[in-house]
T-cell receptor, first 114, second 109 residues
Framework: GAGVSQSPSNKVTEKGKDVELRCDPISGHTALYWYRQSLGQGLEFLIYFQGNSAPDKSGLPSDRFSAERTGGSVSTLTIQRTQQEDSAVYLC????????????FGEGSRLTVL | DAKTTQPNSMESNEEEPVHLPCNHSTISGTDYIHWYRQLPSQGPEYVIHGLTSNVNNRMASLAIAEDRKSSTLILHRATLRDAAVYYCILKAAGNKLTFGGGTRVLVKP
């Protein structure tokens, strides 16, 4: 596709369930970022993948959160035993791995935990 | 991470220019200055970026101070559609990107 694709666009789940959010970056983009945005707040960094390097997981809020990137392309963010405070829009972005490479964001996955 | 500081909000009248400042006093020599904006209920979108020289594109202009410790995004003629949160960030090779709170721009008709 032409841009970053995220799915699902909306997810409603019950507290305690696991959820998976998917990000399809732009082809050729070796850098991939996950952010979380709660209502009315800024972008909170979660995790960063760069090529074959170990991901920077410093933003993951708890061990219930994990992410992987298979084959250097598609990424999945998994939240286990969801809590109500996990409700937010989860945004994925990709870019070329150079400082001048602009970020392209997906439309986000809106997660609501009841 | 090199951090940026921006005012929380700014107001402008429609058709007038908007100057959005960003301070980045700890910028390193290889950091690029990027600007993004987030319209209501949308993901952020790229606006402009630069290293040392001033830059112009169809959306905006970027003025970078000679010492690179600050920059200004210039919207030449604000429209109602320019109402958004504008983020200034520093991007280096191989580093994560953290966004600050950005500047919320309100455009009055």
């Amino acid at each position: 596709g032409a841009g970053v694709s995220q799915s699902p666009s909306n997810k409603v789940t019950e507290k305690g369930k696991d959820v998976e959010l998917r990000c399809d970056p732009i082809s050729g983009h070796t850098a991939l970022y996950w952010y979380r945005q709660s209502l009315g707040q800024g972008l909170e960094f979660l995790i960063y993948f760069q090529g074959n390097s170990a991901p920077d997981k410093s933003g993951l809020p708890s061990d219930r959160f994990s992410a992987e990137r298979t084959g250097g392309s598609v990424s999945t963010l998994t939240i286990q035993r969801t809590q109500q405070e996990d409700s937010a829009v989860y945004l994925c972005a990709s870019s070329l791995a150079i400082p001048s490479g602009e970020l392209f964001f997906g439309e986000g996955s809106r997660l609501t935990v009841l | 991470d090199a951090k940026t500081t921006q005012p929380n909000s700014m107001e402008s009248n429609e058709e007038e220019p908007v100057h959005l400042p960003c301070n980045h006093s700890t910028i390193s020599g290889t950091d690029y200055i990027h600007w993004y904006r987030q319209l209501p209920s949308q993901g952020p979108e790229y606006v402009i970026h630069g290293l040392t020289s001033n830059v112009n594109n169809r959306m905006a202009s970027l003025a970078i101070a000679e010492d690179r410790k600050s920059s200004t995004l210039i919207l030449h003629r604000a429209t109602l559609r320019d109402a958004a949160v504008y983020y200034c960030i520093l991007k280096a090779a191989g580093n994560k990107l953290t966004f600050g709170g950005g500047t919320r721009v309100l455009v009055k008709p």
